[in-house]
């Protein structure tokens, strides 16, 4: 029998004069909750797009949130085993 389970995402994106900050919030099914956080800044040598700034600050905090998820699975799977565990990304 197969489970089906829903973890949500919820993405924040703060734009405030060439800075944007993002969170990416993971809440699963039980009481987890994980934070990734992003950053991006304008060159000032660039066009202001702010539509990029998001962009960037959020695929970012997606990535931070990946590897932190990563970091979670293996001291889960340390506390079973009691042996090291290393995971690839």
């Not at 990029?52 to 293996?74: F, K």
Request: aromatic share 2%; glycine share 6%.
């Amino acid at each position: 029998m197969s489970t089906v389970k829903r973890w949500k995402v919820d993405l924040l994106v703060n734009d405030d004069e060439g800075r944007t900050y993002a969170e990416a919030c993971l809440q699963s099914g039980d009481d987890t909750r994980l934070v990734g956080i992003g950053h991006a800044k304008l060159n000032p040598t660039d066009r202001d797009i702010p539509e990029i700034g998001d962009e960037l600050a959020a695929a970012r905090a997606l990535c931070d949130l990946g590897q932190r998820l990563l970091l979670a699975a293996a001291s889960d799977i340390e506390a079973v085993t009691h042996e090291p565990v290393h995971l690839n990304r």
